[in-house]
């Protein structure tokens, strides 16, 4: 079975630009997670999605930080505009249950560079 | 509140040493998860095991083992006989229903150097 996939994997883009991350779940999986991964903050949870509807966006750092799920198969995450201390690994991950017994499975992540 | 802490930021061991990576967690909530996920040098973040709150019994599986001790509030993970492909960053998680809702929190990580 397919895991989860992310794109682009690296991403370097100019200070002030968009940024659209993008996630295919696992299929049958109804909760989708972003995550930042930083040196300084370690593994945060952003954003998470139950049956396409987000639940909990309190770790959105800021307003330039969005995310949608129009369907059950493709989620994005977007920064608009872009800061170098965007610079990170998201990972976007799912899980086929709900409650505190869920096994996360991750994607790869996209590594993105903000100069 | 939710938290897991690592205390152990690096570990560096010679191949075939034992090591075990130690992991601390904080929580009100009576039935809650735990669990260690490995990040190798590539990048993704692979699960590794899963224990619930109900069930205390240390689980094997080959050169892992895990030692989960409610009273402690620790879930430590040891492998035996290290090899070089063990180098890696581990990461031990919490998930409970804390807030309403539930989170799964991680720890900052502990990165382990296996040398040949």
């Known amino acids: 079975d397919a895991g989860v996939i992310q794109s682009p994997r690296h991403e370097v883009t100019e200070m002030g630009q968009e940024v659209t991350l993008r996630c295919k779940p696992i299929?049958?999986?109804?909760?989708l997670f972003w995550y930042r991964q930083t040196m300084m903050r370690g593994l945060e949870l952003l954003i998470y999605f139950n049956n396409n509807v987000p639940i909990d966006d309190s770790g959105m750092p800021e307003d330039r930080f969005s995310a949608k799920m129009p369907n059950a198969s493709f989620s994005t995450l977007k920064i608009q505009p872009s800061e170098p201390r965007d610079s990170a690994v998201y990972f976007c991950?799912?899980?086929?249950?709900?409650?505190?017994?869920?096994?996360?499975?991750f994607g790869e992540g996209s590594w993105l560079t903000v100069v | 509140a939710q938290k897991v802490t690592q205390a152990q930021t690096e570990i560096s061991v010679v191949e075939k040493e034992d090591v075990t990576l130690d992991c601390v967690y904080e929580t009100r909530d009576t039935t809650y998860y735990l669990f260690w996920y490995k990040q190798p040098p590539s990048g993704e973040l692979v699960f590794l095991i899963r224990?619930?709150?109900?069930?205390?019994q240390n689980e094997i599986s080959g050169r892992y083992s895990w030692n989960f001790q409610k009273s402690t509030s620790s879930f430590n993970f040891t492998i035996t006989a290290s090899q070089v492909v063990d180098s890696a960053v581990y990461f031990c998680?919490?998930?409970?229903?804390?807030?309403?809702?539930?989170?799964?929190?991680f720890g900052a990580g502990t990165r382990l150097f296996v040398k040949a």
């Open positions: 224990r619930n709150s109900f069930d205390e």
């Open positions: 998680a919490l998930s409970d229903r804390e807030g309403g809702g539930f989170k799964t929190i």
């Open positions: 991950a799912s899980s086929s249950l709900g409650g505190p017994g869920n096994t996360i499975y």
């Open positions: 299929s049958g999986h109804d909760y």
